[in-house]
């Protein structure tokens, strides 16, 4: 069955990558029950200025605290919670690993405290990417926003299981890390099926116009590569060496494979 406050993330987190429509926005903080004395102010008031970025901010903010199982019901308050909660949080969860734990339980414990934290510095980088709408900083929204995605999610499933263990007295299955981690590659994996399939048509006039499409789009990958940008720059500024260069590497031998099998089926029509 579906996680509703999952859902709900994942629509606030579209929301963001979207045209960022005000009504679909609030729509969502209300469908939420987020703070509704601060929405409500919102509806009455949303004709001044300063609404649009201060429905933005409590968007991200419902993003950030939504699915942190150690935020109570004051994230739903007007006034934001008294000290740090990330410093609290990882206090509790370090409490938690001096405790008499099963190993796989510790494992547990560790992966979720360690996404917590990269997490926190998503929202980070997300913040200073900023709010211009050139390629660049949308495309680095995205990708960003999937992260924050992908690692609450893996949080939502580590959290239950250790939920289960205290409760129950069940312990996960060793499936649960059967395969590391890695918030990357699930970005990647969405963003090739939101692709279509790969299918030569059988006239020549089709795979023309296919090759010169994947020719543009090796092209765009390669600046992507070198610029970070699917437009070339003044001067290189080529992603670090790490998995996000290695995921788009891969994208680049894949399409020159598939331009390559376009090409030759061109030659045999011949």
């Known amino acids: 069955m579906d996680n509703p406050k999952t859902d709900l993330r994942q629509k606030a ?3 963001l990558n979207s045209g960022r429509n005000l009504d679909s926005g609030l729509e969502i903080l209300k469908e939420a029950g987020y703070k509704p004395h601060v929405i409500s102010n919102f509806y009455k008031n949303r004709s001044r200025r300063d609404i649009p970025k201060k429905i933005l901010q409590e968007v991200r903010n419902y993003i950030r605290y939504c699915t942190n199982p150690q935020i109570n019901n004051s994230v739903h308050e007007d006034e934001p919670p008294v000290g740090n909660p990330d410093e609290k949080f ?8 001096q405790k008499e734990y099963p190993g796989i339980i510790k494992q547990l414990l560790t992966d979720f405290r360690d996404l917590y934290i990269d997490r926190s ?4 980088a997300l913040k200073a ?24 999610r893996r949080m939502d499933t580590l959290w239950k299981a250790f939920e289960e263990y205290k409760t129950l007295g069940l312990l996960p299955g060793e499936s649960l890390f059967a395969e590391p981690f890695n918030p990357e590659t699930i970005v990647e994996q969405k963003n090739q099926k939101k692709e279509k399939p790969f299918i030569l048509p059988d006239d020549a006039v089709s795979l023309k116009k296919m090759s010169e ?17 699917e437009k070339q720059g003044d001067k290189p500024n080529p992603i670090p060496v ?5 995921t788009q590497e891969k994208r680049i031998s894949q399409l020159k494979e598939e331009k390559l099998a376009i090409d030759t089926k061109i030659a045999e029509l011949k």
């Open 13 to 15: 987190i579209d929301w």
């Open 90 to 97: 990882e206090g509790n969860i370090d409490k938690e690993l």
């Open 121 to 124: 510095k998503q929202h980070a």
């Open 129 to 152: 990417v900023g709010e211009a709408n050139d390629e660049k900083s949308m495309g680095e929204r995205k990708r960003v926003s999937m992260v924050i995605d992908a690692e609450s």
């Open 213 to 229: 499409n994947w020719r543009t789009k090796i092209v765009k990958a390669e600046n992507k590569l070198q610029y970070q940008s």
């Open 242 to 246: 790490g998995p996000k260069r290695i």
